[in-house]
């Protein structure tokens, strides 16, 4: 699993006690094209707690869409407006998968 931004110190009760609270696992995905090929990727994954916004996190992911994603022709098109779309709503939440994965481990 990759690292987890926000994670960092963090004990398994302060964390079960944030997941109650309502925080989450997201990722912010992004887009760019070179010439005609387009490439979607994800950000590492963000620990956003409860009542934590997600904007500031996701604006880095915006732009490289935004500047970089429109080129390539069709897929450039669709996807930046997918990953725009996507981060504007506060990411892709993989709250399940990383806890599941955290359990196996």
Known sequence: MSKIIGLDGITVEELNKELANGAKFVVFPYCF???????????????IKARQGTFKKSLKFILISFFLGWWGI?????????SIFVNFQG??????????????T
């Open 33 to 47: 094209s070179v010439l005609i090929l387009t490439f979607r990727r994800s950000s590492e994954i963000h620990l």
């Open 74 to 82: 069709p897929w450039g098109i669709i996807y930046t407006i997918q």
């Open 91 to 104: 990411g892709r939440d993989v709250t399940d998968q990383v806890m599941s994965a955290l359990r196996q």
